[in-house]
Every structure is written in C-alpha cells, then in structure tokens.
C-alpha cells in the first residue's frame, strides 16, 4: 500500500531544502512529493524535529541554513540511501527499511555498552536517536 496524493497519483518521497521561517533554510527535509500536481508535503515524524532544530538556532542565529540529516537519525539514513552509489528508486523502500534495522541494532548494541558504563549522558543520547528511526515505521507501510 503506498500513500496517495489528492489527485490519486502515488507519492514519492525525496530530500528537499526547506524555508522554515523566511530566515531558516532546512536542508535534506524528508517530503511526499507528487509528480502530477507538485505539491508536497512534510513527513509527519519530521514536524516535531524540525521545530526543535530551529528552537536550537536560537532567537538570532548566525548559521541560518542547515542540513537535518546532521541533526536527525532518519533524515540522515534517508540521505545516506539516496546519496548511495547503486541507489535507485525501485528498491529504495527496502533498502531504507534493513538501513533503519541495522541502525537501530547498532544502538541497541551502544545503549547496552552505555548502559554498563553508567554514562547517563550517553544512554540519553541513544535513546534520543531510537526514537528518532521509531517513529517512522508505522509511516513506513504508506509509501
Ligand atoms: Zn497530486
């Protein structure tokens, strides 16, 4: 089952730069695209992130582009997929899917390790970056 956009066309998903506000500009944003009618939307996991990018920019930011891939696990894994020199569209969904799963065993793994150094710090940071890749799969299955 894929998602659909109003106009019944399928919707792709692609990496696209972002105005945020009329100052911030928000690099590889993860959106459904329609092809038929062009417009596009964000994905939904991605809304909470993005705003909590901004709000660490601060009210004056001197950097007012950046990338969400250096700030977001999956936008990151997204971006790592589509960047990948044998990428191509068709198997795009399932190799995006195997690179979250081995993500997330990768941080299992580091969560364990942290969790046996008692490093607070640490454990707070994987369990921040697991619930980043959670949150998607249920909006895994729509596109
Ligand atoms: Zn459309």
Known sequence: MSMKCNCEQYLNLELRTVMYTRSVMIRHVPVFVCDHCLT???????????KK?????????SD???SLADFHELARLIYEVMTDADYSEDDF??????EIQER????LDLYKV????NDHTWIGEIRHRLSQ???ILPEMNVF
């Open 40 to 50: 596009y939307e964000l994905m939904p996991s991605m809304r909470p992130s993005l």
């Open 53 to 61: 990018c901004v709000e660490l920019l601060g009210p004056n930011p």
């Open 104 to 107: 997330i065993n990768l941080l």
């Open 93 to 98: 969904k399932s190799k995006l899917e195997y």
């Open 64 to 66: 007012t582009s950046f």
């Open 133 to 135: 890749l959670s949150v």
């Open 114 to 117: 942290a969790e046996s150094m």
